[in-house]
């Protein structure tokens, strides 16, 4: 093993060694993102944990962190956090509040004793909504719509936002921004992908305004830029801010490539740190941004009421479709992006060998983020390393996306079968 130069703020735990190929030596060398050192290239993808009931991290959502950090990556990712109250999808997601600060800051000590960095995923969901908490009773897009996904809640519509709306969500932003810097978080992650709020404004098939926030590319562009620009003005120039975008919503109607690249141009001009590059529209196509098999029967399971369980059952093979999982399967429509930009590209979707990480940093993206590859093996990253595991055991069965939700949080489902681990 050939020690890596020594870096000031990162401790290397995985080296890069004399007998890796010159790309993936690239991977596991330290980097920069933003005024931010990580320790290499490999990013935990912000994967929803499940760790927080009551809306409160826990000490599962710590040792979960703090197992990917010692599993190597350079930096993990706590998945979604709302930006305010009416920002969740549910009502036991967490949300920014003074509450929920300490918990989160004994996460990111843990982390930083592992020697990796942490972001925090900072979103609102818009009108993919089923918190029947939200005020008013009634959630919130760019444009009324149906809302499928909160129908049998009691929620089948929302209704466009006003102009004060618009501007509680941008200071919402910001004001979640601040607290996670003061959780100790060293990078923020906006979603402005998947169907979430931003991602709805961004979406010409959900954003149907006519007024400035709506129309033209400009138009649907200003809420994601404006709330880049709090989020910048509230943490200055050296925290790094990620941004994940779609390369496609992946319905018809929705934002297709061509205007995924011009997004991808004016975030950089708009001073994002980088980007992750995604797709998908999650209320419309739940698997378009997992890829793999759909695991309907254990969905069913998972839901609380009859009801529910009922619907899915009938429905379920109707509105979702299956995507057929193959390695890197975003990298066509990424590397449109990366001919495009100069900014640091961070690719996610399907990566689970060492070839594929090789490829990638062949492509020029700057950070490989994973996620169901470390649900699999949260050390996946340090064994590739260690030249002892060179392709993840994730078979896209996607049983842990079904199974996220249940008690003790995220995991392989195949892998608890095999070696079942006690329940926390
Ligand atoms: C269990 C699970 C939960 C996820 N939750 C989120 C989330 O909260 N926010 C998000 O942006 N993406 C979420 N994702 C998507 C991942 O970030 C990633 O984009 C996707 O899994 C594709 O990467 P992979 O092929 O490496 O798994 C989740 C993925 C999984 C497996």
Redesign the pocket.
């Known amino acids: 093993m050939r020690a890596a130069a020594p870096l000031a703020t990162a401790v290397p735990i995985v080296y890069p060694s004399a007998s890796m190929n010159e790309m993936l030596r690239r991977a596991f060398e330290p980097a920069r993102l933003g005024g931010l050192e990580l320790r290499n290239r490999f990013v935990k993808?912000?994967?929803?944990e499940g760790m927080c009931p009551g809306g409160v991290p826990s000490e599962a959502l710590l040792r979960h962190h703090r197992a990917i950090a010692e599993g190597g990556v350079g930096m993990t990712t706590v998945?979604?956090c709302a930006v305010g109250p009416d920002g969740r999808t549910f009502p036991q997601q967490m949300y920014m509040r003074e509450a929920v600060v300490e918990p989160l800051r004994r996460i990111t000590d843990a982390v930083h004793e592992a020697g990796a960095k942490v972001s925090l995923?900072l979103g609102h969901c818009g009108w993919f909504s089923r918190n029947t908490e939200v005020s008013g009773g009634r959630p919130f897009g760019p444009s009324p719509t149906w809302n499928m996904y909160g129908t049998l809640v009691g929620m089948p519509f929302a209704r466009g936002m006003t102009e004060a709306d618009i501007r509680r969500v941008i200071m919402e932003f910001g004001d979640a921004a601040t607290a996670a810097l003061r959780a100790g978080f060293d990078a923020l992650e906006l979603?402005m992908?998947?169907g979430y709020l931003l991602s709805q404004f961004l979406s010409p098939g959900t954003n149907r305004r006519t007024d400035r926030w709506g129309g033209s590319l400009a138009n649907r562009m200003r809420l994601p830029v404006e709330v880049l620009r709090e989020v910048r003005r509230r943490v200055g120039p050296a925290v790094p801010l990620l941004c994940?975008t779609n390369l496609r919503d992946g319905f018809r109607g929705g934002l297709e490539l061509d205007e995924a690249v011009e997004v991808a141009r004016i975030l950089e001009a708009e001073g994002a740190d980088a980007l992750v590059l995604?797709g998908g529209y999650t209320s419309w196509n739940p698997f378009y941004?997992?890829r793999g098999e759909i695991p309907l029967r254990q969905m069913v399971e998972v839901e609380h009421t009859r009801l529910m369980r009922a619907a899915l059952r009938c429905f379920g093979p109707f509105v979702m479709h299956e995507y057929p999982f193959r390695e890197l399967y975003f990298l066509e429509d990424a590397l449109r992006v990366r001919a495009a930009v100069r900014m640091p590209l961070a690719y996610?979707?399907?990566?689970v060998s060492v070839e594929g990480v090789e490829r990638l940093m062949r492509e020029g993206f700057d950070f490989v983020v994973?996620?169901?590859?470390l649900?699999a093996d949260p050390d996946f990253v340090r064994r590739m390393g260690e030249g002892r595991l060179l392709r993840s055991r994730c078979d896209a069965c996607n049983r842990?996306?079904a199974e996220?939700d249940r008690p003790g949080g995220?995991r392989c489902v195949c892998a608890a079968e095999e070696r079942p681990t006690p329940r926390t």
């Open positions: 993808a912000g994967a929803y998945a979604y995923q979603h992908g998947h994940k995604s941004l997992f996610v979707g399907g990566v994973l996620g169901r590859a649900v842990c996306v996220m995220v």
